[in-house]
């Protein structure tokens, strides 16, 4: 009849209850459940809450996201994920009305010329005729058009953000649309920013179609094309929320879970093995132990490198090599009223080279439905990151004055807002610098020698929320067949299960 039911059940621990994590746990329980076997599951998190980044509030009305407001939908894993979890009629695009976004030009709002997609157009005349870029600039970006590709030593050669757009478009595509675009997303130094661990696409459109412009074109017509062809289906844009906000992913992730297997509030102070062998041991910061077979370490690589240090100096060293930059999210109600000037799009993004203590402002009202009460409006300011460091250590009242100053300066808006939210996300975004994909296939190789160990999280294969999902659940398919594999007896049939 095989094993018995009193057969040992595997203990894996998950540390860190941010978004990555509780993927994981998520797939841990998924997957034993589907191959009908047992797995004794702790999420552990040192906070109060689960989300990490992830935070929507509710005020009045108003639908406030203190992190990440949506997820992109040209990759699978988050639009999935939902899925499974039967969010599938909660998820919203953004609205139709008025999907273009601004950059700061002068001291103005300019319209994002149609068809410019992050670093080059797919259609060459708004980029000429917008008043963002000077003549000189304009010529210089269709020289791409005659310029060679650059020759490459291999398919993983790397090169920064700033030195390609430079090299492809001119110091003004950088300057004025590719760095506060794509570093604003990253909030990262371009100098820095590797491309090919972030926009990799770039890289492959000079090697195969020698020009940007002209790789963007056929894109475009090809998009076009494939677009006319598709049957009818949810189509959300290149952006996706749900109707409750962000917390919906992570209450619905966390509802999946078996109440008995969270614990918040619990520092993992140390993590080791006995010389032997053995389990994993966890110690807490009051003084309390945990056994695990195998553990998923869902965090910043800094913080798994300081569990990791006694155990593998080698791969604490590399982990730390990762660096993180600070955030801030300002949120700020009004009353339309209040507000002089139009707001037909989603948002702002600010260039550097303004001198401007914030990064891009959303307008939340505008781009997702249901965020804010009927004649109000809900703006989302963004400051710290790679570039702005000092800002992030202004407190709260400094930061509200200089966001309304700017929204003075550039919308026209003089009245005090109804209310303000604050929220700072200290070392949270990972920055991917150029060698990032050489670094992680370093780790990877250090982290072989423990498979019983998993190193989730934004540091290594993606910042988004469907790139932490996606490697999430790989960690825990990866977990799983380590664990299988070294000790079946710990892998018995299902003796508990939880619904999902």
């Not at 746990?25 to 552990?44: E, F, K, Y």
């Not at 006319?228 to 949810?234: F, L, R």
Request: net charge positive; proline share 6%.
């Amino acid at each position: 009849m095989g094993i018995a039911d009193n057969s040992p059940v595997p203990r894996i621990a998950v540390i860190g209850g941010g978004i990555s994590g509780l993927a994981a746990a998520h797939r841990i329980l998924d997957q034993a459940n589907r191959l009908n076997r047992s797995v004794d599951l702790t999420l552990i998190e040192a906070g109060n809450r689960l989300g990490g980044v992830i935070h929507t509030c509710e005020r009045d009305g108003f639908v406030l996201e203190a992190g990440p407001d949506s997820f992109i939908s040209e990759k699978p894993w988050g639009l999935a994920l939902c899925r499974r979890l039967g969010l599938e009629s909660s998820l919203i695009g953004t609205g139709d009305a008025h999907r273009r976004s601004f950059v700061v030009c002068q001291g103005q709002l300019q319209p994002v010329p149609d068809g410019f997609y992050l670093l080059a157009p797919t259609q060459l005349w708004p980029a000429i005729a917008t008043p963002i870029f000077s003549w000189p600039g304009k010529v210089r970006m269709t020289a791409d058009l005659f310029l060679p590709r650059k020759k490459r030593s291999g398919e993983t050669e790397d090169e920064s953000l700033a030195s390609f757009v430079r090299r492809r478009l001119g110091r003004e595509a950088l300057d004025r649309m590719a760095q506060p675009m794509i570093g604003g997303i990253y909030t990262s130094d371009p100098e820095e920013l590797s491309l090919r661990a972030t926009m990799p696409r770039f890289l492959d459109m000079e090697q195969e179609h020698r020009s940007l412009i002209l790789a963007m074109w056929r894109q475009r017509q090809k998009m076009l094309r494939s677009h006319n062809q598709q049957a009818a289906g949810p189509r959300y844009g290149l952006f996706v929320s749900l109707k409750e906000g962000m917390a919906q992913l992570v209450k619905a992730l966390h509802t999946r879970l078996p109440p008995d297997s969270i614990r918040l509030g619990t520092q993992v102070s140390a993590l080791w093995k006995k010389p032997s062998g053995g389990p994993w041991i966890l110690n807490f910061g009051n003084g309390s132990q945990l056994e695990a077979d195998g553990v998923c370490l869902a965090l910043a690589a800094f913080q798994s490198a300081g569990l990791l240090e006694a155990l593998d100096a080698p791969l604490a060293s590399k982990l730390r090599s990762i660096r993180y930059a600070s955030t801030a999210t300002v949120n700020l109600a009004y009353s339309l009223e209040d507000i002089p000037r139009s707001l037909e799009g989603f948002g702002f993004v600010v260039p550097a080279i303004e001198r401007r203590q914030i990064l891009a402002c959303t307008f939340s009202h505008m781009k997702f439905s249901g965020r804010a009460p009927h004649n109000r409006a809900l703006l989302r300011a963004f400051m710290g990151g790679a570039l702005q460091p000092e800002a992030f250590d202004y407190d709260d009242d400094e930061m509200i004055r200089i966001v309304r100053q700017n929204l003075q300066e550039l919308l026209g808006i003089v009245r005090p807002p109804l209310f303000s939210l604050v929220e700072r996300h200290a070392q949270a975004m990972a920055q991917y610098r150029v060698g990032h994909l050489d670094l992680v296939a370093e780790i990877e190789a250090l982290a072989k020698r423990h498979p019983a160990l998993q190193l989730a999280g934004n540091g290594f294969t993606g910042i988004g929320i469907p790139d932490c999902i996606r490697r999430s659940e790989e960690c825990a398919d990866r977990l799983l067949e380590a664990l299988d594999t070294a000790h079946p007896r710990l892998m018995p049939p299902r003796v508990a299960q939880w619904s999902d």
